[in-house]
């Protein structure tokens, strides 16, 4: 089954610095990777995915780039701010018969300091 | 609200017990999901519904038994309850890959 490492598992910034979280994934067939973010006691909320026919995406200040060749996705946050103090999750998925399997990262407990 | 929605929010029960969560979605998904996340925050597939049929059954204990009496509806039902069931179980659906989870149910075993 598919394996998915996330790095780091808690990461402090600065406001106003940039935050990077990589994650790498063992199964070449996994071709849907999502990041979502989860406040405390909140649910986790989808910020941004990504398909392997692209190699990076783009949302105001989130980014996430995919090397397929070398297994890893990776979120790039920019001029973080306190509300961008969450838990962030990636996954990987793979769509088999009508359905896909998702598996998750550890977590990334990013802080913004203010 | 087009959601997913899940009762309870919070459940706190003695061990031995037995209990029921249910969720609930009206975003005309056809497949739901049930994960648990521990103390860790570490998120882990448990079971997933396709049409109302199980697809998956990841390596839960048989005292966990989903039932989904429509494509709507996914209901966890746990039996003899353990203090190593103690956590959040969220309920999810999906249309194609994106998934949109519920609120959670945060379970206390005493």
């Known amino acids: 089954g598919e394996n998915v490492e996330q790095h780091p598992s808690t990461l402090s910034v600065q406001e106003g610095d940039s935050a990077v979280i990589k994650c790498t994934y063992s199964d070449s067939a996994s071709n849907y990777f999502p990041w979502y973010k989860q406040e405390l006691g909140k649910r986790p909320q989808l910020i941004i995915d990504?398909?392997?026919?692209?190699g990076e995406k783009k949302d105001q200040r989130i980014a996430v780039t995919l090397n397929k060749t070398a297994k890893h996705f990776s979120l790039h946050i920019t001029e973080t701010q306190p509300e961008d103090s969450a838990v962030y999750f990636c996954a990987a998925s793979n769509r088999n018969s009508g359905y896909s399997t998702l598996t998750f990262g550890k977590g990334t407990m990013l802080l913004v300091s203010p | 609200d087009t959601a997913v929605s899940q009762t309870p929010k919070y459940l706190v029960t003695q061990m031995g017990n037995d209990k029921s969560i249910k969720c609930e979605q009206n975003l005309g998904h056809d497949t739901m999901y049930w994960y648990k996340q521990d103390s860790k925050k570490f998120l882990k597939i448990m079971f997933s519904?396709?049409?109302?049929?199980?697809?998956i059954n990841e390596t839960v204990p048989n005292r966990f038994s989903p039932k989904s009496p429509d494509k709507a509806h996914l209901n966890l039902h746990i039996n003899s309850l353990e203090l190593g069931d103690s956590a959040v179980y969220f309920c999810a659906s999906s249309l194609g890959q994106e998934k949109f989870f519920g609120p959670g149910t945060r379970l206390t075993v005493l």
């Open positions: 519904y396709n049409n109302k049929e199980l697809i």
């Open positions: 990504i398909r392997s026919n692209v």
